[in-house]
């Protein structure tokens, strides 16, 4: 187990490298290994169950394709090759069962698989895991059906549907070599770049109103902005300019503006007033919308858009002040280390030290709030749904538990170490530079 060694179970970790090592150690002691490889129970408590409703054991979101990803990390952070092959024997599983995912997008399904094995065989050298990937892109393609306007997978034009499909497909051409993926994501997204407002649809969810309108990122207009955006990165096509500037039109005219603070709403018209700031539905998603545009056009409007919704994160208080729209949770989709991936982000692109010295903050108070009553390692207690307050878990998984939380925890450890620095693992609907280290530490 090597650098899982180095402290006492009953020690608390001091950094962010640290944590990180103690999170590792936990998802291991909830490892399950088969004839076909590896992969992690949700919740390895006595009677514990998962966050989620239903299991997603190979998922990015919660299952062995984001915890393969979180150990190819803790092996770079570290040096030591054991992460290594706890990332192989999670590669060997997705390897053998992708067959079985009827799921095809990034967050739930094959989509996100097609980027865990990518990663898996660069890192471990492993063709056969490469092809793997460029066999689950071609299933992927081949699944796509005529809509109306072009072609697609579920009618969803936001991230957690199509939109989602469209950014794994782009990541992978890139790096599998393959032009045809890239020439059906694009086709997909014209048919999304079509709408009036790209990504404004009625709430489909059991716990919205029926004429909600969500402009966050994981199901709504922001997310679906953010895709159009970087199709015109890749292609040069304004009809993509436009139509992601129609959809951070809508945001913009629907948020709360403040002095330099911005926060977005959950839904409108009847949650204009709560205000969540994580990553699926608020601030921290939002924001890597207006970053993407800033990206692909030096538009500093959008730049201040950034720094506007990041100053309202700040002025909020949170996390040691919790509100409506930021409760009991620390995981990567809706909490504290979805705001942390914000800031380290922030801070590699502009080197203000505000949004370090704020990125600590948030890894001070996610270190402090773990616990590890068995000493078997780091794990977060959290109410995932905002709505059910007394269904507290800790999860494993990348967006949704320990993997994701340790991974945030490394990309602040690169972070702090510009003269050491190295490439994290983001993912493709994060668009802040994979070197957290600001241009200048890098040139020192």
Request: proline share 5%; with cysteine; hydrophobic share 45%.
């Amino acid at each position: 187990m090597g650098l899982d060694r180095i402290r006492s179970p009953s020690e608390r970790a001091e950094t962010p490298l640290t944590a990180a090592i103690l999170a590792g150690r936990w998802i291991r002691a909830a490892a399950v290994d088969e004839a076909h490889g590896r992969h992690w129970i949700a919740n390895p408590d006595v009677r514990g169950r998962s966050a989620l409703a239903a299991a997603e054991p190979g998922s990015l979101y919660a299952g062995a394709a984001g915890i393969v990803l979180f150990f190819l990390e803790l092996a770079a952070a570290t040096g030591h090759e054991a992460y290594l092959e706890d990332a192989r024997e999670g590669a060997r599983y997705l390897a053998a069962t992708w067959r079985e995912q009827a799921d095809l997008s990034l967050y739930h399904g094959l989509s996100g698989t097609v980027v865990a094995l990518i990663e898996a065989g660069w890192a471990l050298g492993d063709g056969g895991l490469e092809q793997e990937a460029v066999d689950m892109a071609e299933h992927i393609v081949r699944a796509a059906r005529p809509l109306d306007g072009g072609p697609g997978w579920t009618g969803d034009p936001a991230q957690h549907g199509d939109g989602g499909i469209v950014l794994g497909l782009l990541r992978a051409a890139t790096a599998l070599g393959v032009p045809a993926y890239e020439e059906i994501a694009v086709a997909a997204g014209e048919r999304i770049a079509a709408l009036a407002v790209p990504g404004h649809r009625f709430g489909d969810c059991p716990d919205l109103p029926v004429d909600a309108v969500t402009p966050g990122f994981l199901a709504g207009t922001a997310g679906t902005a953010f895709l159009l955006a970087r199709l015109y990165g890749v292609t040069g096509e304004r009809r993509f300019l436009e139509a992601a500037g129609r959809g951070a039109g809508f945001v913009r005219e629907v948020s709360v503006v403040t002095d330099r603070c911005a926060v977005v709403p959950h839904h409108v018209p009847e949650g204009r007033q709560l205000h969540y700031l994580g990553f699926c539905s608020g601030s921290a998603g939002v924001a890597r919308m207006f970053y993407e545009l800033y990206r692909v056009t030096g538009a500093l409007s959008h730049l201040e858009w950034v720094e506007r919704l990041a100053n309202g994160i700040v002025q909020s208080g949170v996390p040691k002040r919790r509100t409506a729209g930021f409760w009991n949770v620390a995981c990567q989709c809706c909490g504290t280390a979805g705001l942390l991936e914000l800031f380290v982000g922030l801070w590699a692109e502009t080197g203000n030290d505000a949004y370090l010295t704020h990125a600590r903050e948030l890894a001070e108070h996610l270190i402090g709030g773990a616990t590890d009553p068995d000493g078997q390692g780091f794990r977060w207690y959290q109410a995932y749904r905002r709505l059910r307050p007394g269904e507290v878990s800790a999860d494993t998984g990348y967006m949704v538990g320990a993997a994701g939380i340790g991974a945030a925890l490394l990309h602040l450890d690169a972070a702090m170490q510009p003269r050491q620095a190295r490439r994290v693992v983001l993912l493709p609907d994060n668009p802040f530079p994979a070197i957290p280290v600001p241009a200048a530490g890098l040139r020192d």
